[in-house]
């Protein structure tokens, strides 16, 4: 039976306009300009396409022509569930751009065409089963000769294969059978889809033991090391990827990484632990300029070697989840979070400081702001007068207190 394939979709990310940085999954990628499916390269992050968006009512291209949207293609599978997991393990924003009639007009094609596919498979078996019970006819024909007819060929002298003219009526005297086709010989597709599901979990029992061999031999590995290394700072380290890698971690980063639930999460863990922050801030996973922003200056990418180690390790715990397009973008989104974090803390510090430059600060004491007549007033007889109510009292002075001038 040959079942008909999907057309196949792509995962992108809207690059400017409304959708900036949001997620489209089920884009079919005839609607991509110039994309090649064969040549395309998910690590690549910096190309970009040109996507002709063909959603429409009646899926026909109205007078003013079909729009046109700038994007990063992402990912692409014949699959549109598993470009969903694949967003949700960016945790991305879902754009509201979505082709949701194509995408039921691919469902009902798609459901037709199997249809059809299995109707004419269904009449080639009938077919073929009515082929088989001729032929069952044919030899059971072949079979019910008369008694006489079974003696003459007993009766017969047997060549032995010496005189292959003995036989002179091959219609009468042929004793060779054919085999029969036995029922067994077909395998219905239900058997097939219980093979396919015994082969599936042993393949999964298999990685599962393998993962545990690898865990097993990176311990043992670890601890043939740590006896070897006689120096206290190497004790408490780790040496991630292979051994000889010369990429060494702190323990405590090691088990903290390990205990990620993601192979995105462990890579981006590791990294932060390996590169410093500064370098982290000033490049990107290949380094290079940007084809998408022509004004973003050009990076420099991470050290190949101590990248190569995080992989290794990363790889080691994730055998089968493990992609690199989703782990190169993984770092690339943590790079780019720590420069828009850390230009937006610039933004703020320098917003406090011009507003402090134009702050007066006075040198004024509190009194000179006082009114007039919340001033203490005296007059020349030595009598203080409060205009405050709290104090009406009026305080005198005895005549010794004044000094005598003398004449």
Known sequence: ?????????????????????????????????????????????????????????????????????????????????????????????????????????????????????????????????????????????????????????????????????????????????????????????????QDNQSIKQVLKDLVSEIRTIKESQTQILQRQLGNQNLQPELNAQVEIGHPGSNVFVRRNQWDTADSRDTFQSMGVSLVKALYEEDVLLRSNLKGGASKIDKNAPQRPGLDKNILAAIKEAVKQKFPAEFKQSLFGMAINNMMTDMRKKTQAAADIQSQFLLGRDHTVISQKSPNDYLDITQRPLRNYSGITRRSDENHPTITERSPSDHKVMPE
């Not at 005839?30 to 998910?42: A, G, M, N, R």
Request: a negative charge; hydrophobic letters at 30%; aromatic letters at 8%.
């Open 1 to 193: 039976m040959s079942v008909p394939k999907k057309p196949m979709l792509a995962l992108v990310q809207w690059i400017g306009g409304d959708y900036d940085e949001t997620y489209t999954p089920g884009v079919p990628v005839d609607w991509i300009l110039d994309f090649d499916p064969l040549t395309f390269d998910p690590t690549n992050e910096n190309e970009s396409y040109v996507i002709e968006w063909r959603e429409c009512k009646k899926n026909k291209k109205s007078n003013k022509g079909w729009k046109y949207y700038d994007a990063r293609v992402v990912q692409i599978s014949r699959s549109l569930k598993s470009l969903e997991k694949q967003l949700a393990l960016l945790e991305g924003l879902v754009s509201p751009l979505r082709p949701e009639r194509t995408l039921e007009e691919i469902r009902k094609n798609f459901k037709s065409s199997v249809k059809r596919t299995l109707e004419d498979d269904f009449n080639d078996f009938g077919a073929e089963q009515s082929r088989i019970s001729e032929l069952s006819e044919k030899r059971k024909k072949k079979k019910n000769f008369t008694a006489g007819e079974q003696d003459e060929i007993q009766n017969q002298p047997r060549d032995n294969g010496e005189n292959s003219d003995a036989i002179e009526d091959p219609e009468t005297h042929e004793i060779e059978e054919e085999p029969p086709i036995a029922h067994e010989d077909f395998i219905s597709n239900e058997q097939i889809h």
